[in-house]
């Protein structure tokens, strides 16, 4: 069995994001699925307390009972049995925003990596929002360094335009010329793509949609539209 993912652009916890975000928890098992709030990304501004309460605060406000956020907040922490515990029991697990490069190089090769994929693989709902969807592809962008670095690889040929109607698509270009085999993902903000569409491998959902960047063309996908892409 395998679990079930939802790339979200930015802008979480509000608006339309509750569309992806219920809509995960329902494939989660329900209210009463364990929710694991991952505050990584915002760590290096010592932001990650407040954003981890945040995630908390709101997906409760979305009728969640069993909502927690986890202290990963650097190498020592992602390969700790507590940390580590608390992920093997989730069935949302939820990577939020801030720094990508930081997010992914302190989840490579870590015990909670290692767990969150087999939550995934026992069928748990793996989330992120700008950084966090970043990170879960193929390949990633860091906009401080202007280079691409390998993704943790849940999405194949795969690389996240966040944040795209705001600043994302000015993106788009410069990772087209870098990464031109590679389908390029523009999710607005307020917006998810979920991939439990029956008829197709994802389904955009929220307050924008999704643009798709494929080496042979580029094609908008509104809330509710499903769609795929090669990998």
């Known amino acids: 069995m395998t679990g079930y993912l939802l790339l979200e652009g930015g802008a979480e916890f509000g608006g339309r994001m509750a569309v992806p975000d219920l809509a995960g928890i329902a494939l989660a098992g329900g209210l009463d699925a364990p929710i694991v709030i991952v505050p990584t990304a915002a760590a290096p501004d010592n932001n990650h307390k407040r954003?981890?309460?945040?995630?908390?605060?709101?997906?409760?406000?979305?009728?969640?009972?069993?909502?927690?956020?986890?202290?990963?907040?650097?190498?020592?922490?992602?390969?700790?049995?507590?940390v580590v515990a608390s992920l093997r029991q989730a069935r949302l697990v939820y990577l939020l925003g801030g720094f990508p490069r930081y997010l992914g190089q302190t989840l490579r090769d870590s015990l909670a990596w290692q767990t969150i994929l087999e939550v995934y693989a026992s069928g748990a709902v793996i989330a992120g929002s700008s950084a966090g969807a970043m990170v879960l592809c193929s390949?990633?962008?860091?906009?401080?360094?202007?280079?691409?670095?390998?993704?943790?690889?849940?999405v194949p040929n795969a690389c996240v335009l966040p944040h795209?109607?705001?600043?994302?698509?000015?993106?788009?270009?410069?990772?087209?010329?870098?990464?031109?085999?590679?389908?390029?993902?523009?999710?607005?903000?307020?917006?998810?793509?979920?991939?439990?569409?029956?008829?197709?491998?994802?389904?955009?959902?929220?307050?924008?949609?999704?643009?798709?960047?494929?080496p042979t063309g580029v094609t908008r996908y509104n809330s509710g539209d499903n769609f795929n892409f090669p990998d």
């Open 51 to 82: 954003a981890g309460d945040n995630g908390v605060r709101w997906f409760r406000s979305l009728g969640a009972n069993r909502v927690s956020a986890v202290p990963l907040i650097d190498r020592a922490s992602a390969n700790q049995a507590d």
């Open 139 to 154: 390949h990633y962008f860091d906009p401080d360094e202007q280079e691409i670095y390998p993704g943790l690889g849940l």
């Open 164 to 214: 795209h109607n705001k600043f994302g698509k000015s993106w788009a270009e410069r990772i087209r010329s870098m990464l031109p085999k590679v389908t390029l993902l523009g999710i607005d903000e307020h917006t998810g793509m979920l991939n439990d569409a029956p008829a197709a491998n994802w389904r955009a959902a929220g307050g924008g949609g999704v643009t798709v960047y494929s």
